[in-house]
Each structure stands twice: as C-alpha cells, then as structure tokens.
C-alpha cells in the first residue's frame, strides 16, 4: 500500500529512482493465488505501475531457472 501511496503522491520522485518490484514467498498456493487477486485489485484501483510477482516456498525450492514468479 506504501508503494501505490508513494507512486500516487508522485513522493517517490524524491528518490530519482524506479519504484522497486515487489517480490512475495507465500507459505502455500492458496495464499499466492489471494495475494495475486488483492494486487491486481489494488493496482486496477489505483491505476498503479508497480511490478509485484509472487512465487511460493515450494517452487522457490525447486527451481533454479527462475521461472518461478507469476
């Protein structure tokens, strides 16, 4: 929420940087799939720019090709 704050009151431009990604580990692939559902909501709301990708502990583990953030 911070970020999208950031990004809307243009207080990020102090910076003189890119907004960060955002990477998230979720615990399970229910809580991914939530989580994804709540960031596309945010940023459909706020218009956002922010990149956020989302992986789980699981296939953190077994991947080392890096396809692992949706």
């Not at 399970?28 to 960031?39: D, F, G, I, S, W």
């Amino acid at each position: 929420m911070r970020y999208v704050e950031y990004d809307e009151e243009g207080e990020w431009e102090a910076t003189e940087t890119e907004l960060p990604i955002i990477l998230a580990i979720c615990d399970t692939p229910h809580l991914q799939k939530r989580l994804n559902k709540q960031l596309i909501k945010l940023m459909d709301e706020s218009g956002g720019d922010i990149q956020c990708y989302s992986t789980t502990r699981a296939q953190l583990a077994a991947t080392t090709d890096g396809t692992i953030w949706k």
